[in-house]
């Protein structure tokens, strides 16, 4: 997940993005990926390395769930019926051992490093 949507958010952005769905990955999760694949033999193909797949507007209000004392846009969640959220999608990753950090998690460490380095306050 990128931080920069986590400050546009808390800096007052209110841009929906209807048709936008997003895969959010730790970039520890990244790496541990990335050693899993060299050091596994059996590993072949290609491994989708997200923790889940969600909709902005999932994204947005789990962010204003986490910290209501930023007037967070509340977006709306459904643009795309049809469309399906997945917790999943990197499932060959997660049958050779990987457990992802959760979006909760990436999103309260986003927040705290724009705090830390004053992005934000």
Not at 15 to 41: C, P, Q, R
Not at 58 to 66: P, S
Not at 75 to 80: A, E, G
Not at 81 to 101: E, H, T, V, W, Y
């Amino acid at each position: 997940m990128k931080p920069v949507l986590t400050f546009a958010l808390a800096a007052g952005c209110t841009d929906i993005y209807e048709d936008f769905f997003m895969g959010s990955v730790h970039v520890k999760d990244v790496a541990l990926a990335h050693i899993l694949l060299y050091e596994n033999t059996s590993a072949t193909g290609r491994h989708l390395c997200v923790e889940a797949i969600s909709h902005y507007g999932d994204f947005a209000a789990k962010v204003a769930e986490l910290y209501p004392e930023y007037n967070l846009p509340r977006l709306p969640k459904d643009t795309q019926p049809g469309l399906l959220r997945s917790k999943n999608a990197s499932k060959k990753l997660m049958d050779l051992g990987l457990q992802f950090i959760p979006m909760e998690q990436i999103i309260k460490e986003s927040v705290e490093s724009l705090k830390i380095k004053n992005f934000i306050s």
